[in-house]
Each structure stands twice: as structure tokens, then as C-alpha cells.
T-cell receptor, first 117, second 115 residues
Framework: GAVVSQHPSWVICKSGTSVKIECRSL??????MFWYRQFPKQSLMLMAT?????????EQGVEKDKFLINHASLTLSTLTVTSAHPEDSSFYIC?????????????FGPGTRLTVL | DAKTTQPTSMDCAEGRAANLPCNHS???????VYWYRQIHSQGPQYIIH?????ETNEMASLIITEDRKSSTLILPHATLRDTAVYYC????????????????WGLGTSLAVNP
């Protein structure tokens, strides 16, 4: 099946610093990528949707200047958490949309655990 | 996209079939039923999806009722590694860069496979 990778798998940073997370579709081209956040014991919350070569569409309540998304190619999207604070600590998951069985399907990366001290 | 209802939790004995139900009574004619699972501290894993007909792959079988108002995911021989939260989602599936329809995630069913 389609494979999506994320890097790093975990990161610990100091409050006020910026952290970049990479998401790659390894064996397919993804015109659309999604970024999710998941807090403990909660479900996935969509943060933003990005199409290759265009600006990301953010969900209500997600600050676009804080969570910078770049989708420069069909296989790579990055999420940068700027000036991170402890409340940004969470599990960040990316997803790439590809074609499977005649309809589009989202495939997910393994996630990145962010801890802000 | 239509809303789904799943039991909060289920138990299954190792080696037995696990049958996970999902109600989607407001599903539209062009909406697919997708199943994902999430093992603790990992990203969701795609399992299977279907529109009208029953589907089977190497991981599971998907049984959709004739009126499409409910479905059942079947893991034929559950193992301890199948312990996870299982999500049933319905959404329109139209391939193309213009379709940004979201997957709406509920809390899913927490399946515990016991030895």
C-alpha cells in the first residue's frame, strides 16, 4: 500500500523556538496533504489542508502564522510550529491523498510527538 | 458528510473473528464507507473502504447492508496486534485535486484483543 513518512518521529524543544516537521509520500504523488493534531485520549483534529503549489487552507481556530505549511512538491509537505509553547505539545500527524481502488484514499504518516518545555 | 455511530469499546478473544459495527443512517448515495485504525501512539492505518458491495482485502472484510445504513468490519482471526481504536468514516470520494472533502473523525471503537 501507499506509504507516508514523517520526520522526526519525536522532538523536544524549548519554549519560544520553532520546530519543522516533514511529511513525504514515498511511492505515490500526493496533490493534497492534510495536517492533523491529536491530544491524549482525543480524536484527530484537522488543522489544515494543502494542495501542491498553493496556499494551505486552515481550519477555524488554527493560526496560520503560527503553523506554517509549505507544500512545495507532490511528495513533500512541511509543518513549522513557530514560537512553540507548552500548549502546542501534541501528536502531529500528516496525511497524503492518493488513488486506491478507483477512489481517493488518505494515507497517514506515523506521527510526530512534539513536547515543548 | 454523514455522521457515524460506533460502540465505544469491544473485546475479542485472540484467534476469533472481531465484528465491529457502524451505523450511518444518513449516508448519501455517493458517500463511501471508510475504515481506519489507530494503534496507540501511531498514525491511523487505512483498512478498507466500500460503496455498495461487500469488500475483502488482506486485512479485513467490509459488509455493507443493502440499505447502506450500517456496515460491519470483520477481522477474521484477530491477533493481539489488532488491538487498536477503529474508526468508521463516511465521505464523498471524488478523485481530483479540487476535492478537499475532509475525513470527520469520531472517537471510534476501542478494540481489545485478549489472549
Amino acid at each position: 500500500g501507499a506509504v507516508v513518512s514523517q520526520h522526526p518521529s519525536w522532538v523536544i524543544c524549548k519554549s519560544g523556538t520553532s520546530v519543522k516537521i516533514e511529511c513525504r509520500s514515498l511511492d505515490f504523488q500526493a496533490t493534497t496533504m492534510f495536517w492533523y493534531r491529536q491530544f491524549p485520549k482525543q480524536s484527530l483534529m484537522l488543522m489544515a489542508t494543502s494542495n501542491e503549489g498553493s496556499k494551505a487552507t486552515y481550519e477555524q481556530g488554527v493560526e496560520k502564522d503560527k503553523f506554517l505549511i509549505n507544500h512545495a512538491s507532490l511528495t513533500l509537505s512541511t509543518l513549522t510550529v513557530t514560537s512553540a509553547h507548552p500548549e502546542d505539545s501534541s501528536f502531529y500527524i500528516c496525511s497524503a491523498r492518493g488513488l486506491a481502488g478507483g477512489s481517493d484514499t488518505q494515507y497517514f504518516g506515523p506521527g510526530t510527538r512534539l513536547t515543548v518545555l | 458528510d454523514a455522521k457515524t455511530t460506533q460502540p465505544t469499546s469491544m473485546d475479542c478473544a485472540e484467534g476469533r473473528a472481531a465484528n465491529l459495527p457502524c451505523n450511518h443512517s444518513t449516508i448519501s448515495g455517493n458517500e463511501y464507507v471508510y475504515w481506519y485504525r489507530q494503534i496507540h501512539s501511531q498514525g491511523p492505518q487505512y483498512i478498507i473502504h466500500g460503496l455498495k458491495n461487500n469488500e475483502t482485502n488482506e486485512m479485513a472484510s467490509l459488509i455493507i447492508t443493502e440499505d447502506r445504513k450500517s456496515s460491519t468490519l470483520i477481522l477474521p482471526h484477530a491477533t493481539l496486534r489488532d488491538t487498536a481504536v477503529y474508526y468508521c468514516i463516511v465521505r464523498v470520494a471524488l478523485y481530483g485535486p479540487g476535492n478537499n472533502r475532509k475525513l470527520i473523525w469520531g472517537l471510534g471503537t476501542s478494540l481489545a484483543v485478549n489472549p
